[in-house]
């Protein structure tokens, strides 16, 4: 029987306030970002509790207009206390094995990593895909069950939906 897991909006400082928090110590949200005039979204993450960060970003999106990787994320998270790794989930023609890999990764960082997590991508919406492969590797969801959970979160791309429909464990 699946876990059950509520869901509520949060006010982290996030782009687009997408900011989900989920019953049992989960955040899944967009990029931190800076909060006018220019105060580090990474000491209020630490200030509300977050252990671990997970980015699930490519570090090359680094040149993305609207919300490119923030180069010192790593650097601010360590020095406010805060645990961080990076399993990237790119945008990229990835072989449903090598999507596999990757999402089981991260899964396994969101199981085992300390709580609370806040699991993010530029947008949320891998960070969505990444805690529906938790879902269906750890929480005993379907994959159908994960896949509309996640689009109650941020899961909108028709490519990472096709990759949790087929997602194995590796």
Known sequence: MATAFTVSSCSLPVAGNVCFSIGGGYYVTAQPIYVWPSVSPYPILAQHGIQTVLSVRDPQEFILPLTPVDLTEVSQLITSGV??????????????AQFNQQAFKAATVIQEWPKPILIHCSTGDRASAAFAAFLITYARFTNANAIAFAKGLALQNPQFIAYLQAYTLP
């Open 83 to 96: 645990a961080t790794t990076t399993v990237p989930l790119p945008h990229i023609a990835m072989t449903q």
